[in-house]
């Protein structure tokens, strides 16, 4: 059993940035690929990003590519998102997905554990 714990949610301002963490117990750190998720009320579970175990090219929703930024720490047991330029429309509790399907970056059927999620509200 893998869990996954999320941190560094908040309120910005429209411009601003955050960076969440996620920290993962439980499994081999390094044989879980990673995904971030949000979910806006009223609205489905949408991709953000994801990293799978060789930390090889992440892969982004076109929604975010070019102001967010995937990253994976083995040694530190985590993930993070760097969130720049943030909108409105990022509004939304971003939640940390893991996998031991090697290489799997999809849709959140893929993905086997999650946390509870953060919560991101970007004023305007």
């Known amino acids: 059993q893998v869990q996954l714990v999320e941190s560094g949610g908040g309120l910005v301002q429209t411009g601003g940035s955050l960076r969440l963490s996620c920290a993962a117990s439980?499994?081999?750190?390094?044989?879980?690929?990673m995904g971030w998720f949000r979910q806006a009320p009223g609205k489905e579970r949408e991709f953000v990003a994801g990293?799978?175990?060789?930390?090889?090219?992440?892969n982004y929703a076109d929604s975010v590519k070019g102001r967010f930024t995937v990253s994976r720490d083995n040694a530190k047991k985590s993930v993070y998102l760097q969130m720049n330029s943030l909108k409105p429309e990022d509004t939304a509790v971003y939640l940390c997905a893991a996998t031991p399907r090697w290489g799997y970056i999809g849709d959140s059927r893929g993905y086997d554990f999650w946390g509870q999620g953060t919560q991101v509200t970007v004023s305007s």
């Open positions: 439980g499994l081999t750190f390094s044989l879980l690929s």
């Open positions: 990293v799978a175990q060789s930390g090889g090219i992440p």
